[in-house]
């Protein structure tokens, strides 16, 4: 895409390459004109351009007659000055960019949530009573089993887990002296 020639705000005829940068006068009505000069636009943009690739030389994974000059860091591909792009600090290939991109995308989705799922089960059913005798002893080793995992990747404390853990074993406990209650009355 090239860029629009600029033009004279009075008689809105376009100006030449060295009127404009200059910032002379305009050549067809006079007028004064003033640019501000912004450094990009004079410098030069180096481009890539890949090597023909020798019979004894490594090729590039995408372009078999360029001459390999990199080493994708994500997966180990050989590639051409065209392909070898410099991403986040690491020299990765077309695909991997596209995989580090989806994978931030989908960060933090299908993150179990060990704690408030063992609350859960270590609440919820405290409504009902009867369902606690099976609940209760599920909670208590679903929070001993989440114990040990990664809480997510926000800040999250343990207070889920450690309220689960008293409310079940509690519970258990419970459910323990109304059977020793039964068995002994």
């Known amino acids: 895409m090239a860029a629009a020639a600029p033009t004279c705000y009075r008689c809105e005829r376009g100006l030449d390459r060295e009127t404009w940068l200059a910032g002379d006068a305009c050549r067809h009505c006079g007028s004064a ?3 501000l000069k912004f450094p990009a636009l004079h410098a030069t943009r180096a481009q890539a351009r890949a090597q023909a690739a020798l019979p004894e030389d490594a090729a590039c994974f995408f372009h078999a007659d360029n001459r390999a000059e990199s080493v994708c ?3 180990g591909r050989y590639l051409c000055a065209v392909c070898g792009v410099d991403f986040g600090g690491a ?5 991997c960019i596209s995989a580090r991109r989806a994978a931030k995308k989908d960060c933090g989705r299908g993150l179990v949530l060990h704690d408030s799922i063992a609350l859960t089960l270590a609440v919820l059913p405290v409504l009902l009573v009867f369902v606690t005798c099976l609940t209760a002893p599920l909670a208590l080793g679903y929070t001993l089993y989440a114990w040990r995992k990664p809480l997510g990747v926000t800040r999250r404390s343990r207070w889920r887990l450690w309220a689960a853990l008293v409310i079940s074993a509690l519970t258990c406990l419970a459910w ?3 059977a020793l ?3 002994f009355a």
Do not use: D, I, K
Not at 91 to 95: A, D, E, F, G
């Open 33 to 35: 004109l003033e640019f």
């Open 73 to 75: 860091e994500g997966c």
């Open 91 to 95: 020299r990765l290939c077309p695909q």
């Open 176 to 178: 323990v002296g109304v």
């Open 181 to 183: 209650m039964a068995y």
